[in-house]
């Protein structure tokens, strides 16, 4: 399975961020399309950690208690991609962020329920 993630930066406290994740490969597509998918986020240290998910179909998300209100996953099937846009961004939100694809269409917070990982991208907020 082939992932490309984007759309990482630098950014001052406050500012916003937009990540997408999506895929040239055919069979990946089919993949992507079929599954719910998600965000996490690792910094160095630390386990990683569950950030939204999107069921297959875009109608449910999920997402964590800490970027609740702040934070809106998505999805275009027709493009097989998924974005999160990060709005009101913390330093505390500074990690390199992965997107996943699930094992099953309905959205998760549970990692052992992702199988495909995106290669990340690096999200940095300065105060």
């Known amino acids: 399975v082939q992932l490309q993630a984007s759309g990482g930066g630098l950014v001052q406290a406050g500012g916003s961020l937009r990540l997408s994740c999506t895929t040239a490969s055919a069979r990946t597509a089919r993949t992507i399309s079929n599954n719910a998918l998600g965000w996490f986020r690792q910094t160095p240290g630390k386990e990683r950690e569950f950030v939204a998910s999107i069921n297959w179909r875009g109608q449910d998300t999920i997402y964590a208690d800490s970027v609740k209100g702040r934070f809106t996953i998505s999805r275009d099937n027709a493009k097989n991609t998924v974005y999160l846009q990060m709005d009101s961004l913390e330093p505390e939100d500074t990690a390199v962020y992965y997107c996943?694809?699930?094992?099953?269409?309905?959205?998760?917070?549970?990692?052992?329920?992702?199988?495909?990982w995106g290669q990340g991208t690096q999200v940095t907020v300065s105060s």
């Open positions: 996943v694809v699930a094992r099953y269409p309905v959205a998760t917070p549970r990692l052992e329920s992702y199988h495909y």
